[in-house]
């Protein structure tokens, strides 16, 4: 597997505002994916993180609102724009294919980001 | 509407003991499932996965059953070890090896009891 990390770890922020999340990981990899986790509810997929490319988005979720980079081959972003309450939850990056050559259906987890909106 | 369902919020089971957690999915279209476990404030830890060709994988205390025409997956732990409290989420994805995400239950609260 390999080591993801996101940054930040927590935040809480004000309605109106925007937060960026990043997700490193240490080895290359083929896919990148977002999920959130509201509180009490399951990991749900947000999108594909396309290295090059626009994200493909689930239903239900927007450029507009969740707007995401993959620069390169270990790196991604998810930005959660104009902030409600409702946008409180757990945001967590995924990878898969790790060390490119090996593709798998595994995915891993970063440690996810807090986000509480007030 | 819930793909994949673990009906289950929580269970508890003595140390030493065997844990079956349960999950059933509603997409015919699924052919790899995986297991997840989760501790408060950490991302999800793979466990085990299984393809729909076959019906058991195993892992060291842990096993997964496939059962395809009941739609049906369990994961047994045996034998329960503290350490294994934890939330586990069931995750079912179509076209293996493809550019799909997971589509996740909401989870069972597994408490091992001393």
């Known amino acids: 597997s390999a080591v993801i990390s996101q940054k930040p770890s927590r935040d809480i922020c004000q309605r109106g505002t925007s937060l960026t999340i990043q997700c490193q990981v240490d080895s290359q990899v083929t896919m990148m994916f977002w999920y959130r986790q509201q509180p009490g509810q399951s990991l749900t997929l947000i999108a594909t993180?396309?290295?090059?490319?626009?994200?493909?988005?689930e239903s239900g979720f927007v450029i507009d609102k969740f707007p995401i980079s993959r620069p390169n081959l270990t790196f991604s972003t998810l930005t959660v724009s104009n902030m409600s309450p409702e946008d409180s939850s757990i945001y967590l990056c995924?990878?898969?294919?790790?060390?490119?050559?090996?593709?798998?259906?595994?995915?891993?987890f970063g440690p996810g980001t807090r986000l509480t909106v007030l | 509407d819930q793909q994949v369902k673990q009906n289950s919020p929580s269970l508890s089971v003595q140390e030493g003991r065997i844990s079956i957690l349960n999950c059933d999915y509603t997409n015919s279209m699924f052919d790899y499932f995986l297991w997840y476990k989760k501790y408060p404030a950490e991302g999800p830890t793979f466990l085990i996965s299984i393809s729909s060709i076959k019906d058991k994988n195993e892992d060291g205390r842990f096993t997964v059953f496939l059962n395809k025409s009941a739609k049906h997956l369990s994961l047994h732990i045996v034998p329960s070890q503290p350490g294994d409290s934890a939330v586990y989420f069931c995750a079912a994805v179509i076209g293996g090896g493809g550019a799909d995400g997971l589509t996740f239950g909401k989870g069972t609260h597994l408490i091992i009891q001393p």
């Open positions: 995924s990878v898969k294919g790790v060390d490119l050559p090996r593709e798998s259906n595994e995915q891993f």
């Open positions: 993180a396309n290295q090059g490319s626009e994200a493909t988005y």
